[in-house]
């Protein structure tokens, strides 16, 4: 399993009516005759998805795996199905790849053909990632989820840790796309399977069902649907019941962003939770008055850099499915600027726009020093873990977690920062608090009409009740947290060096500071946080810290890949990201090898 991934090149669709055919291809993307119909018996019927949907309980899962996403005709169909047919409190994880995804536009002209899809494909449409490569979780309602994993369909599948109950093989004809069709990706797919996993497929090539049935698969071909002759069915050995996920009564210590948003993610998926914080939410390093929803763009697709990237697009898919920000009060996702003070971040931003790396749905250069971040934003942190704890299954008490040991719970998470230092066992992390200091600003007449962020070396916010937020400081030497009047000179200083026009705006040497705010960043030496089990002292216990000072775009990736782990749900529907990714964030990276967590 690779760990650089290649920038994703997005589909170039050819109309013929209303047909779209892929021109790399020169392949329809659904049936000439009646598409859905087509996929509604090659798909959910020959996997007896109706059926089985029918026979899930509360709290049970079902997953379907798909090896070409194209229009999402067939998932939608899905969904519609086991909205239909499945009970409440039944779950639905839809996981799909494609090399080249659709543009916005292409894919909002297909679905617009099948009106009767819109309940589902209306959130797909608001939520539809960008052509990056990885992985990208959205929700189609409260039950159902979709993960898209752009990048090959063996790759992908290698990097997920899925179980499948049953599969869509779907794609461009064998003969034209033959990477679809091959051994190695059907040996993967069946170690993806569960017992009893059914597929269907349109073709009934030799080679195809020989290929599968060497894999493991017990396939059969059988009438096609309309003018086609044949088409093919198949099921892994064994007998089929339904998976269920984990669920219980987690703890959780820490109410600022790492803790609120872990919170949302057990409580969304069943679990009753105890946040418990010795201070009101939002008191440590989440509680400033504003914040920037950014990350910084590379044209290096490793590990850390996808995650950097993903966190952002996972973050934004988080804020569209909250409804949030509501006011301007809570902030806006009205994109933010990059002034690139910096010749390496010249240079990495110039090649991730140039090579697609970062698409153009998220980047715009627009001279050589200045970028636009679009749909990204600023947000109020202390409004957005309100809205995060507004969950009837989330219970907040202003209490410390003083031993985990004595705390009956089937989850215990540490959220609270560098406070886990706290613990002897959990001593050796190296994370590091840093002092920050951010400096407000009384808005003025012309900066009160701001409505987006800039990022330099420091931060400008625009104003959250009448009060700009610029920063911040980075003090490796000073552990106080009191206000230094200094440091409001160096904020505003860098402000000055870097956006003199809004320095001029806010008064310049007049500019009235009306408030700072100086906190503890918790950080690691790799800058990625620690997210993961601690399974070595307790098998209850999980991390989720070593945000630095992007917690507000990181934090929702993580409790999606945190969530995944307390609930199994990393062994039925995948990680919320790759496996690299994962083996990144993990705790025992930190730790000698026979100390490993």
């Known amino acids: 399993m690779r760990d650089f991934f290649d920038p994703i090149v997005p589909a170039i669709v050819d109309w013929q009516g209303a047909m779209p055919r892929s021109e790399a291809y020169q392949d329809g993307y659904f049936g000439s005759g009646d598409g859905l119909a087509e996929a509604q018996c090659v798909f959910i019927e020959a996997n007896d998805l109706a059926n089985r949907f029918g026979r899930l309980k509360p709290g049970e899962v079902f997953v379907i795996g798909e ?26 994880q839809l996981i799909s790849t494609d090399l080249h995804p659709l543009r916005l536009a292409d894919l909002k002209r297909a679905l617009a053909l099948w009106p009767s899809l819109g309940p589902w494909a209306e959130p797909l449409l608001r939520a539809y990632p960008p052509a990056a490569p990885g992985h990208h979780r959205l929700a189609l309602t409260d039950h159902i989820e979709l993960t898209l994993m752009w990048g090959e369909a063996l790759d992908s599948w290698s990097a997920s840790s899925a179980a499948v109950d049953a599969w869509f093989l779907d794609g461009f004809s064998p003969a034209q796309n033959p990477a679809m069709w091959s051994e190695t990706l059907f040996q993967t797919l069946f170690k993806h399977s569960r017992a009893g996993a059914t597929l269907g497929t349109f073709t009934a090539a030799g080679h195809v069902r020989q290929g599968l049935a060497k894999a493991g698969f017990v396939v059969e071909k059988v009438d096609g649907f309309s003018h086609k002759r044949h088409r093919s069915l198949g099921h892994t050995p064994g007998d089929w019941s339904p998976a269920k996920w984990r669920q219980g009564r987690a703890v959780i210590a820490g109410a600022g962003l790492a803790g609120a948003t872990t919170s949302w993610a057990l409580a969304k998926r069943g679990w009753d939770v105890d946040l418990w914080d010795p201070n009101p ?49 809570d902030g806006r996702l009205s994109d ?55 969950h009837p299954n989330i219970r907040y008490q202003q209490k410390p977690l003083k031993d985990w040991a004595d705390v009956e719970a089937d989850a215990i998470v540490l959220a609270n920062a560098d406070a886990v230092k706290t613990w002897p066992a ?50 490796l030497h000073q552990a106080h947290i009191g206000a230094v009047a200094s440091d409001d000179q160096t904020n505003l200083a860098q402000l ?18 009306v408030g700072q705010r100086a906190a503890m960043r918790c950080t690691t030496p ?32 993580c409790a999606d890949v945190l969530a995944d782990l307390i609930c199994d749900n990393w062994k039925l529907g995948g990680h919320g990201a790759d496996a690299n990714i994962i083996n990144a964030l993990r705790p025992a990276r ?3 090898r026979k100390d490993a967590l």
């Open 67 to 92: 090896t070409g996403f194209g229009t999402g005709l067939n998932m939608l169909l899905a969904a519609q199905c086991f909205e239909q047919h499945a009970p409440l409190g039944a779950y639905l």
């Open 281 to 329: 939410p939002a008191s440590g390093g989440s509680g400033n008055l504003a914040g920037v929803v950014y990350a910084t763009p590379s044209p290096h697709l490793q590990a850390q850099n996808r995650f950097y990237l993903g966190a952002l697009i996972r973050a934004l898919a988080w804020f569209d499915r909250l409804g949030f920000p509501a006011t301007e009060n």
């Open 336 to 390: 933010v600027w990059l002034h690139l003070a910096q010749a390496r971040r010249q240079k990495n931003a110039h090649k991730a726009a140039q090579t697609g790396a970062w698409p153009p749905e998220l980047l715009a250069m627009t001279d050589e020093t200045t970028a636009c971040l679009k749909g990204a934003g600023y947000i109020h942190p202390a409004a957005w873990i309100r809205r995060l704890m507004d």
């Open 426 to 475: 959990l001593a050796g992390l190296p994370i590091k608090a840093i002092r920050g200091q951010v400096t407000e600003i009384q808005a003025t007449e012309s900066s009160q009409k701001w409505t987006q962020a800039h990022c330099h070396v420091g931060y400008l916010t625009p104003a959250i009740h009448g009060r700009h937020c610029i920063g911040a400081t980075y003090d």
């Open 496 to 513: 000055a060096t870097h956006l003199p026009q809004q320095w001029a705006e806010l008064g310049g040497e007049d500019a009235q500071v």
């Open 526 to 557: 790799d800058r990625l946080p620690v997210v993961g089990e601690v399974h070595h002292i307790d098998a209850r216990l999980f991390l989720n810290v070593g945000h630095g000072s992007r917690g507000i775009t990181h934090t929702p990736l």
């Open 590 to 592: 930190f730790l000698d």
